[in-house]
């Protein structure tokens, strides 16, 4: 009888020897663990011994209940490794009064911000400015219209030159535009078939469109003078078709320039 109880004895110094051994390394991990909100020191110590023993001691309750069950539920939990507690910043520490106090958050850390280069103005497009389309109903025409000072260089590429200085179509004035009859895709090639009334409309880029009604045409010479002398025999607001010409209007010479008139009407 004296012999079962020292085993006995013994047997529970072993668990209490090991159990202290698994506690000890452990519980130096949880006293790190943050304060909750109006908690003192001693509540801290309450919580983690009762969560400590809810989660590593409750298992030993089971299949113990002889000397043997104790010793291989002590030797079992003596392998369990130190238990890896994430600790997050406490709210509250202990000062050395033994009350708590706010731990000061920490800074804020923001990505640097990068400003952006300033977007250079540009000014607004101009939507009496070219380019313009241009077409001619009567005679199956639409072409680009575009402007320059090089206006071989704007019909040799099968476009309508605006020449250069004469009306846009916000004025009150006359525009005049040119282009070949019978080259470089001949848009002009039959303009001395027009009517009195035939429709020429030109389109702006803002897509406003401008209507003309044809009002005639003459056959006059090369230069400068007697074209624009031509082309503002209409009064008011116009558009004027200029190309090379035999005398008769029929193409082609460049002895002679057709010009046909048109009134705005809409």
């Known amino acids: ?32 663990w943050p304060l909750l909100e109006g908690e003192d020191g001693y509540g801290l110590r309450a919580r983690i011994d009762r969560e400590f023993r809810q989660a590593r001691l409750a298992p030993a309750t089971y299949g113990e209940l ?57 000014s607004p497009v101009d939507p009496d400015a070219v380019p313009w389309t241009l077409s001619i109903p009567a005679i199956g025409v639409s072409g680009r219209v575009e402007g320059g000072d090089d206006s071989n260089a704007i019909v040799d590429r099968g476009l309508i030159w605006h020449w250069t200085g004469t009306g846009t179509m916000a004025q ?6 040119f282009a070949h009859r019978t080259s470089k895709g001949g848009l002009f090639r039959n303009i001395h078939q027009l009517d009195v009334g035939d429709t020429i409309v030109i389109t702006t880029v803002d897509g406003r469109s401008f209507s003309y009604a044809v009002t005639g045409s003459s056959v006059v010479e090369p230069d400068a003078r007697s074209i624009f002398g031509a082309a503002s025999q209409t009064p008011g607001r116009t558009v004027s078709l200029v190309a090379c010409s035999r005398l008769d209007g029929t193409p082609t010479s460049l002895d002679y320039r057709i010009v046909v008139n048109a009134s705005f009407i809409g």
């Open 66 to 122: 002889d000397g043997y069950g104790v010793r291989a539920a002590a030797e079992f939990r003596s392998r369990w490794p130190v238990t890896n507690i994430v600790v997050t910043r406490p709210a509250h520490s202990q000062n050395s009064s033994g009350s708590s106090t706010r731990v000061p958050s920490p800074p804020v850390v923001t990505a640097p911000t990068t400003t952006a280069a300033p977007v250079e103005e540009q």
């Open 172 to 177: 009150n004035s006359h525009v005049v535009v």
């Open 1 to 32: 009888m004296r012999s079962s109880v020292s085993r006995s004895l013994a047997a529970r110094v072993l668990v209490l020897s090991l159990l202290w051994g698994v506690l000890s390394p452990a519980g130096s991990a949880l006293s790190s």
